[in-house]
């Protein structure tokens, strides 16, 4: 195969065989999970790479009259060490008041760089408006810009936003439904009914009968005890349970962008013609029988007899697949002629509106 290919087109096999997974690595319980936080506030301290955004002047003013500090009116404090930011974080389930967790700062107006610069007392609230967690601290910048005279400018990464470690401090817990009812709902990340039912199996066969009840693709109900300690050391037997995943649906995944494709293992091709450029690809798919003579023990079977024809150039322009054809001889075929990513996207979506392609296509 050519080394122009591998590196013009990416075609991942992904292998969909069934696989044993840990119940916690594949679903999450209902109720429990992260609660964005959003806060305003003022970094200051900044090396003249401030903004100058009335919003920022008019956050300043309010700042210093709750100091008792009266900034004169009709006057331009010209905050060039000033810069209004938005302070974002995500709280994590179970998170108790005094723990404290990352926040990530950036830059509202046309501050240049908060490198330098430290956030002052900032509130973040929740979708409910209340107060869960307030910030303050030095920033780490990992992105620097540097403006010469003549307006010329060099900048690495993105210096108008960076990150306060351990820089919030939670105030309040978000409640959760965890301790509450009679049981759980296990939420899986890949809604698959073979996937569910065997959670539900595996469940039932540790626990006894009647514990799991599958109610969709996605949730399965499982009884818990009412007592917290006993639910927390229940659930911890539970999630660590390893189960025989389903298989995926049959997809091809095409990046217009990056000419990135990924075709599952169960891509299947019916009999189709195409017409592409001056190459010319024939597959056919013959089934023979396999029969043991009399003294052997063995039986009957039936073997596919795969024959690939590449030609490219002169009159001919037509490819052929037969019938079965599987994805490892579709890939075969495309590459020994050389297929660039774009004419393969081509070809697959124009034999997904064919109905010759056994697969879900999707572009992203």
Do not use: W
């Not at 592409?276 to 029969?291: C, D, F, Y």
């Amino acid at each position: 195969m050519p080394s122009r290919i591998l590196t013009a087109l990416c075609l991942l096999l992904s292998v969909s065989l069934a696989q044993a997974e840990r119940i916690k690595d594949i679903t999450s319980i209902a109720g429990v999970r992260s609660n964005q936080l959003i806060g305003y506030g003022l970094v200051v301290g900044l090396d003249g790479t401030g903004d100058k955004a009335p919003f920022t002047t008019q956050t300043f003013r309010n700042m210093m009259a709750e100091f008792g500090i009266t900034v004169p009116a009709g006057t331009d404090p010209k905050l060039k060490n000033v810069a209004a930011v938005s302070v974002t974080t995500d709280l994590p389930p179970f998170a108790k008041p005094g723990q404290r967790v990352d926040v990530t700062v950036s830059s509202l107006g046309n501050a240049k760089s908060l490198r330098g610069g430290q956030l002052l007392f900032t509130a973040l609230k929740g979708a409910d408006g209340n107060i869960y967690a307030v910030a303050q601290g030095n920033l780490v910048v990992g992105g620097l810009g540097v403006e010469g005279n003549d307006g010329s400018r060099v900048t690495i990464n993105i210096p108008s936003v960076g990150r306060i470690p351990n820089g919030a401090t939670v105030e309040q817990t978000v409640p959760t439904s965890f301790a509450s009812g009679d049981s759980l709902i296990f939420n899986l990340d890949q809604p698959d009914f073979t996937t569910a039912n065997a959670l539900v199996d595996k469940i039932n066969s540790m626990m006894g009968p009647g514990t799991a009840e599958a109610l969709d693709a996605t949730s399965v109900r499982v009884s818990a005890p009412r007592d917290t300690s006993q639910r927390v050391s229940y659930l911890a037997m539970i999630e660590n349970l390893e189960i025989e995943t389903g298989d995926d649906r049959a997809k091809v995944v095409i990046n217009s962008r990056t000419g990135t494709i990924v075709m599952g293992q169960h891509v299947r091709v019916d009999p189709v013609a195409v017409t592409h450029g001056s190459m010319t690809v024939t597959i056919n798919e013959n089934l023979a029988v396999s029969q043991p003579n009399a003294l052997a023990n063995g039986s009957t079977v039936v073997v596919p007899q795969t024959s690939i024809n590449i030609s490219n150039g002169g009159d001919n322009r037509m490819f052929k697949f037969g019938g079965t054809v599987t994805l490892e001889e579709v890939i075969k075929a495309v590459n020994e002629i050389g297929t660039a990513p774009g004419d393969l996207m081509a070809i697959l979506e124009a034999m997904k509106q064919a109905g010759a392609l056994r697969a879900e296509l999707i572009v992203i």
